[in-house]
């Protein structure tokens, strides 16, 4: 009987515990998207979501850096 004047305290403390990181947890947003990364990763490699910017083919991976400076277009979006 005298374990149970110990253990009630400590499972309130743990109770009281879970609570606290489950509302900090809901407030952070933890919660708010549960399907988004699973879906995420599928899409990964399709190059039709990947940004224009962001795409390496073959080709343009093989060509040197020097042939973007020589486009007067390309130029000109890095000038101020």
Known sequence: MEIVILLVPVMLILVTMGI?????????????????????????????????????????????QQDNQDNPEDSSKHEP
């Open 20 to 64: 606290l990181l489950f509302s900090w947890a809901v407030k952070n947003g933890q919660y708010d998207d549960l399907e988004g990364p699973a879906h995420r990763i599928l899409y990964d490699d399709d190059k039709d979501l990947i940004p224009e910017e962001a795409r390496l083919d073959k080709s343009d991976a093989a060509k040197p």
